[in-house]
């Protein structure tokens, strides 16, 4: 066949993962799901395409974002959007009462790509849910802790911080202040883009986009620019016509449990914000909002070395861009790295019959990626090896050397079979050179080297790449066949041993296959 | 909102995959990547729809079961058929001389679902390709190393045959025969059916319906047929006619290189069959083609219960249908759970320079869990646990007993931070039994039980669930609080070193987590 004029590229907004991007991206991954897994989830597998009715009327003026399968006969089919209307349809399915379940998977959003700030066509989300009737603020709580067990384990020590917020103290804050309640969610819309514009401008977005009065604005501006802790609930609480609304009643006392049961977990406290700012955009959620932002706030640079977006773009105003509304998507907005909340009426929505109550979080894992490996370059951390081959089997010889291929193929053999992770030239008769050239490409850590004499003698060299000038086993050591495998698992042990002791020392604390009990620090004091 | 009246259930031919299935499909997607990766593999990850134009004239008459994106403006795409011409299309792209990567991903074929015979419109392959010029079948021969690691890993020993034909040698054969050169690849087709049907219909689709005259038919005949191993490579040699066609003899020689290098790997020939009825489906194959087979050859009981497919069931004769066409796809075709070939000229098909010569094998994982899992509730296989939870936290007290909610919480919170995988009941008062029933549905090995007067002493009752009536530990331990996280490690080091051993001695010998090396068995003697 002729070769086709194509033009070779991914489909717009998606990308290739590989290289050192694909292997920092496991080991992110590696860790929330360890992470998951410590809090009891199970994990389902959804397909990547949904019936079109699942998705339609779940996500508002964003519907139009969602990706159409063509109509090649039967069902009409849209790409998922997200993780949770999916999960919700799944619960609603088959009935269930209660589930733990994350959920590691990509979503499809046809909007405007922009790859400098991360915002990708299809992209992974990292979801982890908590389905079921439990008493007030408890799981709700514990998603807390699982946001900061996961930013801790990612080393982002203290770098990050979790706003959280509450749909029905903003609902009563916007009731009280003499918002219609027809308005009340366009109002919110506005409120959450203060992370990104200042009062001034979203308050001209209510009156004159949105028509809402300029005194009721102005009251609205007194309360929604506040953030602290409890003292700010108990200043809440002590405004009388506030603490009369009803919607605000309800929600005061979840965020009075709320900062009562972080108060057992440690450190929990100094990770949150509550932050009247925060708003969200989705229409389901019903009770408590989180939304995770990062000191490295300006999208970092990406994994293509596309230049990073200036830190403070200054926006268009008075323009409604779906740019602006986006807060629903964790791996857009400015710094936000994961976001979630309470949505107690969705799963209701497929099921027609009673609710179940969820509260969830979704990590934006290709945003962590970026913040994580500009950090790492900050830092000069060692980048990690393309593969896990430890060992390269060479083999060298004078004149009339003919390379020895079947006695490297069984020395290979003999690795494979011991599980060691192996790599040989695939040539007949190799270059010395050619084949410490493989081996250093991999950044492969030992070099079995195979020679007539020495296998005559029932030995081979083993020899670990890198070594100084100066170290007495620079050229190797001779090793008999039949202690060929002990060895190098002796030498593979000390490195690995080596090379925790490094990680927990620097910043990526990476749950990598070792049992996370294993690895972690030791117990702490109640 | 009111609450739709939607069907609720996935769009046909694709599943939700949970519960045990996916613990189990987590487990075989773990061993097939730790082989992979022993064999210095990296894995990429790409789009899941490609440019519509990348996927044009590469699968033949099935391209009419590819998935379309409808046009919903911008570039016009399709999902993935399969992860072979992605690989090719991303290795040209890029420019890359070689590569050895590995993909576990899903793919999708618009064809009609057979749920009982694993054929899903959504399915996971996981794909071994070798890209780059090496020397002749060096790595073709590490391909069937890796088949062999992978099922012995998964426990199937002995009970699976690697078929392997080659291209050039079937060409051969035809010409020898006198089939005209534009017929070959329908011939070709024809010959590959040979697994599902007997010479005689074979050969009456041969003459009846693609025009070949009987005489040449019957001379075909005399070879398809025939299996063995280098007995059977002899014979051909042999055989004057066929040694002296140029297409013969560049197989033959292949296929001797095969067998030298094979002997080489040990076990490695016993698990090889040269036969020479594989032909494969798709054109793009130039050498080397393999196929693996199981004994469990019809499929097995799926994972939602239906029926199986009938052993033997008849085929309908003297009707091309598709269906009897998909020899390409390693999940469908009767028993076959992987394969592949050497395809040398599909990356230069879109980079229209230089070739980049290619080896691969796909893994049909639908099929190897459906096989797995029957053979395992035959062999009534201990079930995975559905959660990692290792702990339970309950709380236990008499009259105007409150709950204890926040000591559950600061325990908890201890052992998560020691990494260690817990679960509580998330209500203020939760009842014992309540409690109890929580950690038995998730099958937790142990609970940690709170009581006032332990607390107060700062103690814990420290339980191993299921113990029998008689063991001494049977109404748990009391440990100091300070003591928890240890005790609780050593009691769980205690259990894993059980199970790997039950593990090891049993089927399934998934390698989870923990570094291969330490789990497989010692050294092999050379």
């Given at each position: 066949m002729a070769p086709a004029k194509i033009d070779l590229k991914t489909p717009k907004g998606t990308r290739d993962w590989d290289g050192q991007a694909i292997v920092l991206r496991e080991k992110i991954f590696n860790t929330i799901k360890t992470v998951f897994e410590r809090h009891g989830a199970v994990t389902i597998d959804t397909p990547v395409f949904e019936l079109k009715e699942i998705l339609t009327g779940k996500y508002g003026e964003d519907s139009k974002l969602i990706y159409d399968l063509a109509d090649q006969g039967g069902e009409l089919s849209s790409l998922r959007y997200d993780l949770t209307v999916p999960f919700a349809r799944y619960v609603a399915q088959n009935g269930l009462q209660q589930i733990r379940r994350y959920h590691i998977a990509k979503v499809y959003r046809r909007d405007q790509p922009a790859v400098a700030k991360g915002r990708m066509r299809e992209f992974y989300q990292c979801d982890f849910d908590i389905a079921g009737t439990y008493d007030a603020m408890i799981p709700d709580s514990e998603i807390i802790k699982i946001i900061i067990q996961i930013f801790e384990a990612l080393g982002w020590n203290g770098r990050y911080t979790i706003k959280t917020n509450h749909r029905k103290i903003l609902d009563g804050i916007f009731q009280v202040c003499g918002v219609p309640e027809d308005k009340i969610r366009s109002i919110s819309s506005a409120v959450d883009k203060l992370d990104k514009m200042p009062w001034a401008d979203v308050k001209k977005e209510m009156v004159s986009e949105k028509g809402l009065p300029e005194e009721v604005a102005d009251r609205i501006g007194e309360w929604v620019v506040l953030k602290g802790g409890k003292d700010l609930l108990e200043k809440l609480q002590k405004d009388e016509s506030l603490a009369a609304n009803e919607s605000m009643k309800q929600g005061m006392t979840d965020m009075g449990l709320l900062f009562e049961y972080l108060d057992?977990?440690?450190g929990a406290l100094d990770a949150v914000s509550f932050d009247l700012s925060l708003a969200r955009g989705l229409d389901y959620y019903t009770g408590i909002i989180y939304e995770v932002v990062t000191e490295g706030s300006a999208p970092s640079a990406p994994a293509d070395g596309a230049a990073p977006a200036a830190k403070s773009k200054p926006k268009k105003k008075g323009k409604s861009s779906e740019d602006d509304d986006r807060s629903d998507d964790p791996t857009v907005g400015v710094g936000s790295v994961a976001a979630g909340g309470r949505y107690d009426n969705l799963v209701g929505m497929f099921s027609g019959k009673g609710q179940i109550p969820c509260v969830g979080i979704s990590f934006g894992v290709d945003r962590i990626y970026s913040i994580t490996q500009a950090r790492m370059a900050a830092e000069k951390a060692a980048e990690p090896r393309p593969n896990k081959t430890d060992v390269f089997v060479m083999a060298f010889g004078g004149?009339?050397?003919?390379?020895m291929l079947k006695d490297r193929m069984k020395i290979c053999d003999q690795l494979w079979e011991a599980g060691i992770s192996t790599e040989m030239l695939h040539k007949v008769k190799p270059k010395l050179q050619a084949q410490f050239k493989a081996a250093d490409t991999n950044k492969v850590p030992f070099a079995v080297i195979l020679g007539e004499e020495e296998l005559a003698a029932g030995q081979v060299k083993l020899k670990q790449m890198g070594l100084g000038e100066n170290h007495p086993e620079k050229e190797g050591v001779l090793v008999a066949i039949t202690d060929l495998v002990g060895e190098i698992r002796r030498r593979l042990d000390q490195m690995h041993r080596l090379e925790q002791m490094t990680q927990s020392a620097s910043g990526l604390r990476v749950v990598d296959g070792v049992r996370a009990h294993k690895s972690c620090t030791g117990p702490t004091a109640m």
């Amino acid at each position: 066949m002729a070769p086709a004029k194509i033009d070779l590229k991914t489909p717009k907004g998606t990308r290739d993962w590989d290289g050192q991007a694909i292997v920092l991206r496991e080991k992110i991954f590696n860790t929330i799901k360890t992470v998951f897994e410590r809090h009891g989830a199970v994990t389902i597998d959804t397909p990547v395409f949904e019936l079109k009715e699942i998705l339609t009327g779940k996500y508002g003026e964003d519907s139009k974002l969602i990706y159409d399968l063509a109509d090649q006969g039967g069902e009409l089919s849209s790409l998922r959007y997200d993780l949770t209307v999916p999960f919700a349809r799944y619960v609603a399915q088959n009935g269930l009462q209660q589930i733990r379940r994350y959920h590691i998977a990509k979503v499809y959003r046809r909007d405007q790509p922009a790859v400098a700030k991360g915002r990708m066509r299809e992209f992974y989300q990292c979801d982890f849910d908590i389905a079921g009737t439990y008493d007030a603020m408890i799981p709700d709580s514990e998603i807390i802790k699982i946001i900061i067990q996961i930013f801790e384990a990612l080393g982002w020590n203290g770098r990050y911080t979790i706003k959280t917020n509450h749909r029905k103290i903003l609902d009563g804050i916007f009731q009280v202040c003499g918002v219609p309640e027809d308005k009340i969610r366009s109002i919110s819309s506005a409120v959450d883009k203060l992370d990104k514009m200042p009062w001034a401008d979203v308050k001209k977005e209510m009156v004159s986009e949105k028509g809402l009065p300029e005194e009721v604005a102005d009251r609205i501006g007194e309360w929604v620019v506040l953030k602290g802790g409890k003292d700010l609930l108990e200043k809440l609480q002590k405004d009388e016509s506030l603490a009369a609304n009803e919607s605000m009643k309800q929600g005061m006392t979840d965020m009075g449990l709320l900062f009562e049961y972080l108060d057992c977990y440690k450190g929990a406290l100094d990770a949150v914000s509550f932050d009247l700012s925060l708003a969200r955009g989705l229409d389901y959620y019903t009770g408590i909002i989180y939304e995770v932002v990062t000191e490295g706030s300006a999208p970092s640079a990406p994994a293509d070395g596309a230049a990073p977006a200036a830190k403070s773009k200054p926006k268009k105003k008075g323009k409604s861009s779906e740019d602006d509304d986006r807060s629903d998507d964790p791996t857009v907005g400015v710094g936000s790295v994961a976001a979630g909340g309470r949505y107690d009426n969705l799963v209701g929505m497929f099921s027609g019959k009673g609710q179940i109550p969820c509260v969830g979080i979704s990590f934006g894992v290709d945003r962590i990626y970026s913040i994580t490996q500009a950090r790492m370059a900050a830092e000069k951390a060692a980048e990690p090896r393309p593969n896990k081959t430890d060992v390269f089997v060479m083999a060298f010889g004078g004149k009339g050397f003919d390379g020895m291929l079947k006695d490297r193929m069984k020395i290979c053999d003999q690795l494979w079979e011991a599980g060691i992770s192996t790599e040989m030239l695939h040539k007949v008769k190799p270059k010395l050179q050619a084949q410490f050239k493989a081996a250093d490409t991999n950044k492969v850590p030992f070099a079995v080297i195979l020679g007539e004499e020495e296998l005559a003698a029932g030995q081979v060299k083993l020899k670990q790449m890198g070594l100084g000038e100066n170290h007495p086993e620079k050229e190797g050591v001779l090793v008999a066949i039949t202690d060929l495998v002990g060895e190098i698992r002796r030498r593979l042990d000390q490195m690995h041993r080596l090379e925790q002791m490094t990680q927990s020392a620097s910043g990526l604390r990476v749950v990598d296959g070792v049992r996370a009990h294993k690895s972690c620090t030791g117990p702490t004091a109640m």
